[in-house]
């Protein structure tokens, strides 16, 4: 299976910026789509951005502007670097892997996702 770390969460202020990193470890063969969610007390969890694999991005309209998806593939690790912050995006943040990785001799799905990373954005 394929394990996913995230980390770069914190309390700041509005306006201040972060970066969420997320580390993928495992047999992985390829991967499809990368994603970042997040979930706000009471709400539902929402997308806030996605990359494929031939590094089409798609982002939510409300972090349009403010936050950026991109990728170390040499580290397998995702980031979410995150711009002019607002007490709205306070929320547990997770991140979202799918492909293909490799078990004994064949290959299978994973659909993974992080722990949660808490951000917190005070005004």
């Known amino acids: 299976q394929v394990q996913l770390v995230e980390s770069g969460g914190g309390l700041v202020q509005a306006g201040e910026s972060l970066r969420l990193s997320c580390s993928a470890s495992g047999r992985i063969f390829s991967i499809s789509n990368m994603a970042w969610y997040r979930q706000a007390p009471g709400s539902q969890r929402e997308l806030v951005a996605s990359?494929?694999?031939?590094?089409?991005?798609n982002y939510a309209d409300f972090v349009k502007g403010r936050f950026a998806i991109s990728r170390d593939n040499a580290k397998n690790t995702l980031y979410l670097q995150m711009n002019n912050l607002k007490p709205e995006d306070t929320a547990v943040y997770y991140c979202n892997l799918r492909g293909i990785y490799r078990s004994g001799w064949s290959r299978k799905e994973f659909d993974s996702w992080g722990q949660g990373a808490q951000v917190t954005v005070s005004s």
């Open positions: 990359l494929t694999n031939d590094d089409s991005t």
